[in-house]
């Protein structure tokens, strides 16, 4: 008898946890691997970043917390790849990416644009047009895939360079030509880390590098619970595009933009 008591108040126990939401029940918490890219992924702001505080709704909405994990880039990718993480936030699409990751819909649109000092007069329309000039290049982004070939095959000078913040120095003190740099980080940097007067010494070329720069979650595939978990992130994502909330996070920035058009 009391065997049997014991399996019918399980059995009840089981059923009444079923009918409970999803917020109620104990929620899995995901670890995944970021870096510094303010102020989109950041250990400076209180939401840790626009597009980290966006993920982490959407995996709300979807049942899970978020717990970021913030290191080099390069570290991140590759130990997300390894199985360490549950997944990375948040990178460029690839050929290699796509092989080795489980990668989410489209998470946000960046806008790339090439900086250069006001005092050298640029202009480019195709990749080609980049050749006489020293470009800062951070090894862990993406740029584009022609970009990128050029680059590998030497027909564009590159200066390796650690970060967005290195890169805005070398441009100020002539060291190099020119920085491809996501607009909204630019003007983050700028206002942050540097004054009026070298700010007015910048601009960005009205001719962004792609209008087609998505950026993505990316899950572990050694893990064999992430295409369920990316399933259903991007449903919840898709839903937080429904309700422009992206677009409303972007609006916070209040980041004048007027400085990337040269006179």
């Known amino acids: 008898m009391p065997t049997r008591l014991m399996l019918w108040l ?13 917020g109620a029940q104990a929620r899995t918490t995901l670890h995944l691997a970021t870096g510094e890219l303010p102020p989109y992924a950041t250990e400076s702001r209180p939401d840790q970043g626009i597009v980290l505080a966006l993920i982490r709704q959407a995996f709300d909405q979807a049942g899970y917390d978020v717990q970021y994990h913030f290191m080099p880039w390069s570290r991140a990718q590759v130990e997300t790849r390894l199985g360490r993480w549950d997944g990375t936030a948040y990178w460029g699409k690839t050929t290699d990416r796509v092989r080795d990751f489980w990668l989410s819909d489209n998470v ?14 640029f202009d480019w329309h ?12 951070i090894p862990d982004y993406t740029y584009t895939p022609a970009f990128r070939k050029l680059l590998t095959e ?22 190099v030509d020119l920085l491809p740099i996501e607009r909204n980080v630019a003007c983050f940097l700028l206002h942050k880390q540097f004054s009026a ?34 399933k259903a992130f991007n449903k919840a994502l898709a839903e937080l595009y429904r309700k422009k909330v992206p677009q409303q996070l972007l609006a ?9 058009i040269a006179p």
Not at 162 to 169: I, K, M, Q
Not at 202 to 218: C, N
């Open 252 to 260: 916070k920035l209040n980041c004048d933009l007027r400085w990337t």
């Open 108 to 121: 946000l649109t960046e806008q790339w644009v090439f900086l250069h000092r006001k005092d050298m007069p």
């Open 10 to 22: 399980s059995g009840l126990l089981y059923g009444c946890l079923a009918w409970l939401p999803v």
């Open 126 to 137: 195709s990749e080609a047009d980049l050749a006489p000039y020293t470009i800062a290049v």
């Open 197 to 230: 007067a070298q700010i007015q010494q910048l601009a960005a070329h009205p001719k962004r590098m792609t209008d087609q720069f998505t950026t993505h979650l990316m899950l572990s595939r050694q893990r064999p619970a992430s295409p369920a978990i990316l």
């Open 154 to 175: 030497g027909k564009l000078k590159g200066d390796t360079t650690p970060d967005d913040l290195s890169g805005l120095r070398k441009l100020l003190y002539k060291r």
